[in-house]
């Protein structure tokens, strides 16, 4: 966004880059413009600028360091190259658990990774992280990520001292496990569902065949030969169908009370 020279002892960058159309950011800011602009720079020490393009989780970047001269305008011109930008995330101790954003972390909380981690970035600039481990009080992480280098962040975890809060932790902690636990049960519950009710399908057909036969026994002109051979035939067929019936019945009945039981531990 091109801006008009309000005073002379304000700075001014000028940015085009090859291709046009980039993101402009400067360290441990968010995204200014995009490219070509001109913006004001407040920082009157060496600054450093950073133009990106982030596409189809593929990322082109370049970065230029300047120092800004008061009152004056300075110009670069970048060409993007292909980048890989990351975030390592180190604790000590290690195997802290890491949550993204701000949102308050809850049983159902899903972490993106536990410390040390390291992290792809397609959305360069300003993030927040949340980093939690039972026994150490929680840390709330704002971390400016560059779109062309790696950050490297280690946090040294300070342990709880008040009791009541280690309790709290400690509940949160139990909670987090039992709605592991009936998550869990629940995904498992599917297959025996599944199973269990593909056997009863099953035993149904062989049912129903069952019954054509017996329908044909029971006609006045069913005598015969294959008499003896159908029966034995619509006998079979019965006990197929019942063991089938059997074991769809337990398998159905176990996966609904493993969906129960997970129900219940996730609420």
Not at 40 to 58: F, G, L, M
Not at 93 to 111: D, M
Not at 120 to 140: A, C, H, M, N, W
Not at 233 to 249: A, H, I, R, S
Request: proline residues 6%; hydrophobic residues 35%; aromatic residues 8%.
């Amino acid at each position: 966004v091109p801006v008009q020279h309000a005073a002379n002892n304000k700075s001014y960058l000028h940015v085009e880059t090859n291709p046009e159309g980039a993101n402009i950011m400067t360290r441990g800011n968010d995204d200014i413009c995009k490219s070509p602009c001109t913006f004001i720079i407040d920082d009157s020490s060496k600054t450093e600028v950073y133009a990106y393009w982030s596409v189809d989780r593929q990322m082109w970047g370049a970065k230029a360091a300047i120092k800004p001269i008061p009152g004056d305008t300075a110009k670069i011109s970048l060409k993007l190259k292909r980048v890989k930008p990351e975030l390592l995330i180190h604790t000590i101790p290690e195997g802290a658990s890491i949550f993204g954003g701000t949102t308050p972390v809850t049983k159902k909380t899903k972490p993106i990774g536990s410390t040390p981690n390291k992290y792809s970035i397609y959305e360069p600039g300003l993030s927040t992280f949340q980093i939690r481990k039972v026994g150490y009080r929680d840390t709330v992480l704002t971390v400016f990520t560059p779109p062309t280098e790696l950050t490297n962040v280690e946090i040294n975890l300070t342990p709880i001292s008040d009791k009541q809060e280690l309790v709290a932790q400690q509940e949160w902690q139990h909670e987090r496990k039992k709605d592991f636990i009936g998550r869990t049960l629940m995904g498992s519950s599917v297959a025996p569902i599944l199973l269990g009710t593909l056997f009863i399908y099953l035993a149904n057909i062989d049912y129903e065949d069952a019954d054509k036969i017996k329908q044909e026994l029971d006609r006045p002109a069913a005598g015969g030969e294959n008499f003896q051979a159908r029966a034995a035939e619509n006998k079979d067929l019965v006990d197929k169908g019942d063991k089938k019936m059997t074991v769809g019945g337990a398998l159905l009945g176990t996966g609904i009370v493993l969906l129960g039981v997970g129900f219940v531990l996730t609420f």
